[in-house]
């Protein structure tokens, strides 16, 4: 596939099979996500990849997390599109492996009344580190589908961030997000991409 069919046609994937994915075709993804671009070329990220009894543990953990992305879910979408969203929720929608995304622990302690250069200066390290993690998670979706492979971009598992580290032992570090990947068991259309978001100046 070249870059502009794999942009476009990467889905978030709600349903897999149960093919399990090969151990070489998943260090091929993996090693193309370690080459995005990081701030500062830190690379300060870790990558957990979880599969097994471990994994049967992280999804009843998971399934927690559905009380509290409910609200935020209700905000914004009908009930057929917060039903299809919380699926995944409930088994990580039957995805052999499940990758988690880390940076390091930073703990900012704010100032009131700070202006935005004062708060960037606090927060420039975890800034950093997570815009960091995104083009990393972005790499390895892309990856991902280019292999044929499906992926979802999962951030309501923060709310049970506690547990989650609880399970793996993890002390030291914040959990961005986590990705459960697989062969697909379905192909969702596209959404529209909105319109009116890019300025023009001096053209």
């Keep these: ?19 399990e994915i090969p151990q070489k075709l998943l260090e ?7 080459w995005a671009p990081s701030g500062t070329n830190k690379q300060n990220w870790e990558l957990v990849v979880i599969r097994g009894k471990e994994r049967d543990q992280l999804l009843k953990i ?13 905000e914004l979408f009908s009930e057929k599109i917060i039903e299809i969203s919380l699926q995944v929720f409930k088994n990580l929608g039957g995805a052999p492996v499940v990758i988690l995304i880390y940076i390091p622990n930073d703990v900012i302690v704010y ?35 280019s292999k044929g492979l499906g992926t979802c971009w999962m951030t309501g598992p923060k709310y ?32 529209p991409r909105k319109e009116g978001v890019i300025k023009w100046v001096g053209f």
């Design 1 to 19: 596939m070249n870059i502009d069919t794999v942009i476009k046609e990467r889905r978030s994937i709600r349903k897999y099979q149960t093919k």
């Design 28 to 34: 091929e993804v993996l090693e193309k996500a370690l």
């Design 62 to 74: 998971v399934s927690k997390s559905k009380e509290h992305i409910l609200p935020h879910l209700k």
């Design 111 to 145: 100032e009131r009344d700070l202006d935005n250069q004062g708060r960037y200066h606090l927060e420039f390290n975890r800034f950093n580190w997570l815009l960091s993690a995104a083009a990393l998670t972005q790499n390895l979706l892309l990856a991902a589908h």
């Design 160 to 191: 049970v961030e506690k547990e989650i580290n609880e399970l793996l032992n993890i002390t030291d570090k914040e959990l961005v997000s986590i990705i459960p990947i697989g062969y697909p068991d379905q192909s969702p259309p596209a959404p």
